[in-house]
């Protein structure tokens, strides 16, 4: 059990680094969406090893389930001028930025591991993680964050009809520097 | 704990394994003999035009928007449903609170038309 | 019950805002709005300090700990932030009708992200924290893209948004580390690990403190992390910059105070030598400076204000960073600034925009030549705004810097205290440019000049905002005592 449990966890974390890096380096916007689903997917999976069933299942739901159609979504909607990357300006200093964060992020990385002290995961519970201890902290210890969550869903629901909806009026900032360029009208 | 989910991996396995299979055979063994009109875009007989993005409306995006977070909302249901007995009555006058907070965030969301489609 | 009356200023902003929210869209003919989330923001505020006068000791707010710590500190930035959010919805009042944006969902986001920032202000764990940060960074975006058709609009809050989301994504694996070597979420007790020495057991813990330092910087817009305000700050409507300006950096220096004072304050972490001070004194310098430098260089005013409220988050960094020597002096300091940073930033910009109206919006200095003439009231009032911002006495603006830089002297940072006066002269010079062009030039022949605004709301902004600069001015020790009380809060 013990092998094929961390055989498990490596090929789900490196399905899900492959993943990541094939969103940020995809040159075709869909593929990068559906990189980014592999990804989710397998974070998933992590934590179903984690035993942490519920979150596993919201994962593949919410994450793979609606918001990667989101981004499909939005993709479609700006169409052909976004479905290319085509900026390579300074992509030598680019890179070796990207580089040099990535080796330093590396290396504080592999300091802490080599001189921490293992962290004992804590013995769980059986039914730790399902549905039933989720609701159960939820309603006792949780709620005050629980119910408080409901402003930030609130404020979402609002800033997207304060985006999305409604007519638009052209200021006339606008009328000057770019004529008839409306939210919705993209090229 | 992962040995409960054995069936469902062997499932996903046979799965892949299947539609590999079908896959592999189909690319390897099927005659192909490309020629340039095979090739082309097929459009109901007539050459494409324009570009292969479709200009949505954003009415598509709010849609989209304002379901993912009402299924966000949703989520935080599941728990409770199952605990509903145990959790009792503090649980479902947290629930009143929470699901009050969104009812009128659908209301509003109602009332300005943002679910509309024409207008 | 007593409950209740300690939650009442949270009760009353969110259940205020979703009354305003129903009649909004059940009356026929939505209006005074605008009114109705003033007062819904007053009344808050005033439950604030019915319970800072009601005494807290006597309330049962132990239950809501850790999430949400009702203390001194969090009623006096629910005050703060409730007469920001008042002010903004005033200004908001007269703009919106004028340019014809007139939507009741700013008035409803405006509710809900000061709600957010409230949150902010009183959390004590990051669970909550985090929740209220995106509360109000939400809420902030959503304002900064409220003038749809507008490119520049659209820009600023694309790039705030992924900025802001960037930071808050490192902010949350820095917390995620931190609790991974803590085994904790509550502030107090990350806060008791870190004086037992996690750090030394768990180094990650210190990856999670400099990413967390690096989220809480973002958000208080400190140089090198500023990229975004500038063009977030000029593409949003002005009510909603004054807002951003003022509410949001309030309540993400709350958030700061709250963090490094509760979680990251034990004598290691705080030490000149290993901890988190010097880096912040070298931010503070450095967001000053180049804040400064760039302002002086603008040709929109109202771009110059954003430079200027970067360089006001630098010397309000030079406050956090006294906490070295005493947290409670910085806490005072800091919480004072910011009360003064309030009145006179807000009043600054609703001069800004009464001093304009549709197609002759008040924008660059050469719209503002001779404004002195033409309108006295209003480049009167505008003056004392900036005067204050400059920190001439005896406005508000002056006893804050005082404060604060009183504060860096005594704990010995003489350097500091140099670097961030030769940077108030500077800060003066594009403060007095402004003064100039209202008073000394004339408009050239022919060109556009801006016509001000009729608008009831605007000045009713203005006259309490002027009122409160030369109340804080003349008498500062009531506030200021309320400010030395709340930073009791993180007495050891």
């Not at chain 3, 209003?378 to 604060?404: E, H, N, Q, R």
């Not at chain 3, 006259?463 to 050891?492: E, H, K, N, Q, W």
Request: with cysteine.
């Amino acid at each position: 059990m013990n092998v094929i449990g961390s055989l498990y966890f490596y090929v789900c974390a490196a399905v899900a680094i492959a993943g990541a890096i094939a969103t940020v380096t995809a040159r075709n916007p869909i593929r990068g969406a559906v990189s980014l689903l592999v990804m989710v997917v397998s974070i998933a999976g992590l934590f179903l090893a984690l035993s942490a069933e519920f979150l596993a299942a919201i994962q593949l739901i919410v994450y793979a389930g609606a918001i990667v159609v989101l981004f499909l979504f939005v993709i479609m909607i700006l169409g052909e001028s976004s479905s290319s990357v085509h900026d390579k300006k300074r992509i030598v200093s680019r890179t070796l930025a990207a580089a040099l964060l990535g080796a330093v992020s590396l290396g504080a990385i592999v300091l802490v591991v080599g001189v921490s002290t293992p962290l004992q995961a804590p013995r769980i519970r059986a039914g730790f993680g399902g549905i039933d201890a989720i609701g159960r902290a939820l309603f006792s210890d949780w709620v005050v964050p629980f119910e408080l969550s409901s402003a930030l869903l609130m404020v979402a629901v609002l800033g997207a009809v304060a985006i999305a909806k409604g007519d638009i009026k052209r200021p006339l900032e606008s009328a000057a520097t770019t004529p008839g360029s409306a939210s919705e009208e993209q090229p | 704990m992962l040995s409960t989910y054995a069936p469902m991996f062997m499932i996903i396995a046979i799965a892949t394994l299947i539609a590999g299979l079908f896959y592999t055979f189909a690319t390897v063994l099927g005659p192909k003999n490309p020629t340039p009109e095979k090739m082309m875009p097929f459009e109901c007989g007539s050459d494409s035009v324009g570009s292969r993005g479709v200009k949505l409306s954003v009415k598509f995006y709010l849609t989209a928007i304002l379901f993912v977070v009402f299924d966000i909302e949703a989520v935080f249901v599941y728990p409770w449903a199952i605990q509903f007995r145990q959790l009792g009555w503090f649980g479902l006058a947290s629930m009143i609170g929470f699901l009050s907070v969104v009812a009128i965030a659908l209301v509003y969301v109602w009332r300005k038309g943002a679910l509309e489609w024409e207008s | 019950m007593l409950l209740m009356f300690a939650l009442s200023p949270f009760l009353v902003l969110g259940g205020g805002a979703l009354l305003l929210m129903l009649a909004e869209v059940f009356s026929r003919r939505p209006s005074g709005l605008a009114i109705g989330t003033t007062i819904v923001f007053i009344t808050s505020g005033a439950f604030s300090v019915a319970l800072w006068l009601y005494g807290i000791e006597f309330l049962p707010v132990g239950i809501l700990s850790p999430w949400i710590l009702v203390d001194k500190f969090t009623l006096f930035f629910n005050v703060l932030l409730c007469l920001g959010g008042a002010l903004a919805s005033l200004l908001a009042g007269g703009y919106l009708v004028e340019y014809k944006l007139n939507r009741g969902e700013f008035y409803s986001i405006l509710l809900f992200a000061t709600f957010g920032g409230m949150m902010l202000a009183s959390a004590g764990d990051f669970l909550t924290l985090f929740l209220g940060l995106e509360t109000m960074s939400l809420g902030a975006y959503a304002l900064t893209a409220f003038r749809r058709a507008s490119p520049r609009s659209a820009e600023g809050a694309l790039k705030y948004f992924l900025l802001g989301s960037f930071a808050a994504a490192i902010m949350l694996y820095g917390i995620a580390l931190v609790y991974g070597a803590t085994g904790s979420t509550d502030l107090a007790r990350v806060g008791a690990a870190f004086s037992h020495g996690v750090v030394t057991s768990h180094p990650m813990a210190l990856i999670g403190l400099v990413l967390i330092v690096i989220g809480l910087l973002f958000k208080v817009s400190a140089v090198p992390f500023h990229m975004w305000t500038p063009d977030a700050y000029e593409g949003a409507p002005t009510p909603a910059t004054a807002y951003m300006a003022v509410v949001v950096k309030s309540a993400a220096f709350a958030m700061m105070l709250r963090v490094l004072l509760t979680s990251f304050g034990d004598a290691e972490s705080m030490s000149w030598s290993a901890g988190w001070p010097p880096a912040l004194a070298a931010i503070a310098v450095l967001t000053m400076t180049v804040a400064n430098l760039i302002a002086g260089r603008q040709d929109s005013v109202k771009r110059m204000l954003a430079y200027s409220s970067i360089a006001h988050a630098g010397y309000l960094l030079v406050g956090v960073v006294v906490a070295l020597r005493s947290k409670e002096q910085a806490a005072a300091g800091v919480i004072f600034y910011l009360a003064t940073y309030t009145v006179s930033t807000i009043g600054a910009f609703g001069a800004l925009i009464l001093l304009g109206s549709y197609g002759k919006e008040a924008v660059s200095y050469d719209d503002l030549a001779g404004v002195g003439k033409r309108h006295p009231a209003i480049a009167m009032a505008f003056s004392l705004f900036l005067f204050s911002l400059a920190g001439v006495p005896p406005t508000a603006g002056f006893f804050g810097k005082w404060f604060i830089f009183r504060a860096a002297m005594d704990s010995g940072f003489y350097w500091l205290t140099i670097l961030a006066f030769i940077n108030s002269v500077i800060g003066a010079y594009y403060y007095l440019r402004v003064l100039v062009f209202m008073y000394m030039r004339e408009p050239q022949p022919g060109a556009a000049i801006a016509v001000p605004m009729q608008s009831r709301h605007v000045k009713a902004a203005l006259l309490l905002s002027a009122v409160f600069v030369l109340a804080l001015g003349l008498a500062p020790t009531c506030t200021l005592d309320a400010a030395i009380a709340a930073a009791t809060t993180f007495r050891m």
